[in-house]
């Protein structure tokens, strides 16, 4: 079914959009199908994704079957400690023809950029990424190219491994909008994947649902996702209390907050509703807040996961009175 322009509402054909997404990432990764809602979540809400979790468990075949669902220009980097912020970008190399500088982009202009290993790469490397992230932009030279809509960056990394790592800063961290571990997978799901993947590269099944513009139609049809004024109380009410809890030295910034109400609208729109509930944001505080915190010396020594503190916070947090009630009125 082809998504028209008239179509930005959150009905059937965008249920339907949603569900041919899933159902490609479901074939390729067994038994993730909460990982695989959460980064539709994040493609539909324009933000980006972070997948931080051990070898071998498929962070890298969630990226690519996400990618591949998608009818658009798909570009991989696999970081390196020698990749330059230049292969990232793209280089001004002079044309002795023209005698004058010409721009020759990088795999950045793409609608989805898959990014391996991003902690494999210096820090000056990637800071490349920061502009691009967050302006969806690149200035080389004095000169700003504006990239590709839509435009999501979708990185991989190990948290077990030190050896030639640059562990990625706060503001790197910060322009994710959520991230996500991939895990195990249970029995049957192991059992599935060594019937299935065991002659041919199920990547290779996957078929694009989905065109760029068509993707453009779901995102504002995610925007017109209502949130009243208490669950916008809630949701600052989150934020304020990860600042002010005594075992967090860094707590989570107000992009932070702008990137949880759109990771709730999304999360919203593909629960076939057009209204934010508490129980939407609840379900993205932990995606979207754990990997922003910083934690005081003390508590880090002491034993204090971030991930705990910030569950618990969700969980102590009264719901303000009426956000229950967010639909929309008339």
Known sequence: MTL?????????????????????????????????????????????????????????????ALARTIDGDIKRIQFTPDL??????????????????????????????????INRASAKTQ????????????????????LPDPFMVIATQNPIELEGTFPLPEAQRDRFMARVSVGYPDAQAEMDMLESHQSTNPLN??????????????????????????????????GRATREHPDVQLGASPRSLLQLLRAAKARAAVSARNYVLPDDVQAMAHDVLVH????????????????????????????????REAAPRG
């Open 84 to 117: 330059l912020p230049s292969d990232v970008t793209g280089v001004s190399i002079y044309n002795q023809d023209t005698h004058q500088f010409d721009f020759r982009t990088g795999p950045v202009f793409a609608n989805i950029v898959i990014g391996d290993e």
């Open 4 to 64: 028209q322009q008239q179509d930005l509402t959150l009905g059937p054909d965008f249920h339907d959009a949603c569900q041919r997404i899933l159902t490609a990432i479901g074939g390729v990764l067994d038994g993730k199908q909460d990982v695989a809602q959460t980064a539709l979540t994040v493609l539909l809400a324009q933000g980006h994704l972070l997948l931080e979790d051990v070898p071998g468990v498929g962070k890298t075949l969630l990226a690519k």
């Open 205 to 238: 099944r996957i078929e694009p649902v989905l065109t760029t513009n068509e993707l453009r139609f779901l995102i504002d049809a995610v925007k017109t996702v209502h949130v009243s004024d208490p669950v916008k109380q809630y949701i600052v009410s989150l």
């Open 127 to 146: 800071s490349a990424l920061l502009e691009c992230m967050e302006e969806r932009q690149v200035t080389v030279d004095s000169v700003t190219y504006a």
């Open 292 to 323: 922003r915190i910083v934690l005081e010396r003390k508590a880090t020594f002491s034993g204090t996961k971030v991930a705990e503190l910030v569950d618990g916070i969700v969980a102590g947090l009264p719901v303000n009175a009426g956000a």
